[in-house]
């Protein structure tokens, strides 16, 4: 079956400071990877999408420069969150598909700002 | 813009008693999609359900949901409760091949013996 290992499952970094978490999928290949944020008290936020030869694509609100990502492959893409600081802190899932109109989901990364 | 409304953010009910879920969106797009996901802590969220054929029922593991363009809802129901169905449920919305997907805010479900 389709699964999709996100790592490291729990992170704490100080304010300030950047963070890298990855996702690989398992069983298919993952020709876009869409990358979401939840923060506390709020729903998932989908921040960009990432689409094999295509240009990334990010959602207003969010930039290359604070959350640079990388899929070299098609069952491997990471994402580094840059300067993190308090509203940062969330739960990052990795949604990733290869039928566009499913994606199947990591467990997050549970990032926490100090 | 797009959206994705569930009402209800607990829904707490008796082990056998019928389940609905609330979901209601918003597109300009013709072509969309809706999905149910259900989210156990520490786990990833899992598929349920998905359709984009219009009053056509969907079915998998005793939950069902149809999908009503006129009414832009995608209400997802179980006959009977269990108490393994406790968990936190979102409602999702893509259209076309975008790959984007528009949650709702979630429904936390309670099943109580």
């Known amino acids: 079956g389709a699964l999709v290992y996100q790592y490291p499952r729990r992170t704490i970094c100080k304010s300030g400071t950047s963070m890298r978490m990855e996702c690989q999928a398992v069983g298919f290949q993952a020709t876009s990877v869409a990358w979401y944020r939840q923060s506390p008290q709020k729903t998932f936020e989908l921040i960009a999408l990432s689409t094999v030869n295509s240009a990334i694509k990010y959602e207003q609100n969010f930039t290359q420069e604070k959350f640079p990502i990388s899929h070299p492959n098609l069952s491997f893409s990471s994402m580094t969150v840059l300067n993190a600081y308090l509203e940062d802190r969330g739960l990052y899932l990795c949604?990733?598909?290869?039928?566009?109109?499913?994606?199947?989901f990591g467990p997050g990364t549970r990032l926490l700002v100090l | 813009g797009d959206s994705v409304t569930q009402k209800e953010g607990l829904v707490t009910l008796t082990e056998g008693l019928p389940v609905m879920l609330n979901c209601t969106y918003q597109t300009i797009y013709s072509n969309a999609f809706l999905f149910w996901y259900v989210h156990y802590l520490n786990e990833s969220p899992r598929l349920l359900l998905k359709?984009?054929?219009?009053?056509k029922r969907t079915e998998h593991q005793g939950f069902h949901a149809t999908l009503h363009k006129s009414s832009s809802s995608f209400h997802l129901q179980k006959s009977s409760a269990q108490l393994s169905d406790s968990a936190l449920y979102y409602c999702?919305?893509?259209?076309?091949?975008?790959?984007?997907?528009?949650f709702g805010l979630g429904t936390t479900l309670q099943v109580q013996p």
């Open positions: 359709s984009s054929t219009d009053n």
């Open positions: 999702a919305l893509t259209w076309g091949n975008t790959g984007k997907l528009i």
């Open positions: 949604g990733a598909s290869w039928v566009q109109d499913t994606q199947y």
